[in-house]
């Protein structure tokens, strides 16, 4: 193997190893993501919601459409939207975190 492809690999791993898990998220954590990632004009409409309701990380993998309803969300699209968003969201963390506990058959090779 090259030194290029092991410097990439362990390039990959470290950024992997940074990530935060998902159910340690902050409010704050949360406010980035959903401006970053869902938009500015959802996190203009939405952030301060999201702060009033205090919505870490672990909230965020358990909200659904009624919960969202609850927290005033009135536009259905803006709900499929995010609820869409956040269930990518949960299975890149979900990816993370298992690969950080199974190890790849590049790791397991000498």
């Known amino acids: 193997m090259s030194s290029k492809r092991i410097n ?4 990959n791993q470290k950024r992997k ?4 898990p998902l159910h340690l998220w902050s409010v704050d954590d949360v406010l980035h993501w959903l401006r970053k990632h869902i938009g500015e004009g959802y996190y203009i409409a939405y952030g301060n919601t999201f702060k ?5 990380g672990r909230t965020l993998k358990r909200l659904n459409e009624s919960g969202l309803i609850r927290m005033g969300m009135k536009n259905r699209q803006h709900r499929v ?3 869409a968003k956040i269930s990518v969201l ?3 963390s979900d990816v993370v975190e298992l690969q950080s506990v199974v190890p790849t058959s590049s790791s397991t090779s000498t």
């Open 81 to 83: 939207d995010l609820l």
């Open 90 to 92: 949960k299975i890149k």
């Open 17 to 20: 190893s940074k990530l935060k």
């Open 8 to 11: 990439r690999m362990d390039s």
């Open 52 to 56: 009033e309701h205090a919505i870490t």
